[in-house]
């Protein structure tokens, strides 16, 4: 497996799965549109509601993991990532991923207060193809 081509590939997909822990420890998924921001295999940025479920659970538990998929007519590749996720408010990391069309969901702009990122640092994955599985560390 290569990670340059996995990582190029993740660059391609349109949505993502998140998944988070709730108080109950049973697994949250949910899906997103694709991160915002990603750096390599090990950080990637979303943009949620402060308010939401999701962020109450991160904040509870940083324990998460991403999952991205792509289904085709004959062959099915999927990646997934497991790491922490962090719940961000600070303004500069707001500004880094804030889009013009993202006042439809925040009223307020880049200041409202129910706008946050969540920022996920994955420490190891593993990838699916033909049949293939393979986990792999990510430094």
Not at 43 to 48: P, V
Request: with cysteine; hydrophobic share 30%; proline share 3%.
């Amino acid at each position: 497996m290569d990670l340059k081509k996995t990582e190029s590939w993740i660059g391609k997909q349109k949505v993502c799965f998140i998944c988070s822990v709730d108080d109950e420890n049973y697994p949250n998924v949910k899906a997103m549109l694709s991160p915002r921001k990603r750096n390599g295999l090990k950080e990637f940025y979303f943009s949620t509601n402060t308010s939401s479920m999701r962020v109450a659970q991160y904040r509870n538990n940083p324990n998460a993991s991403i999952y991205f998929y792509h289904k085709g007519l004959i062959k099915y590749v999927g990646v997934m990532l497991k790491g922490k996720m962090e719940v961000l408010t600070d303004q500069e990391t707001k500004n880094m991923i804030w889009e013009k069309g993202d006042t439809m969901f925040y009223k307020k702009g880049v200041i409202d207060p129910d706008y946050c990122v969540l920022k996920f640092t994955a420490a190891s994955g593993r990838y699916y193809c033909d049949l293939k599985t393979e986990s792999f560390d990510i430094e």
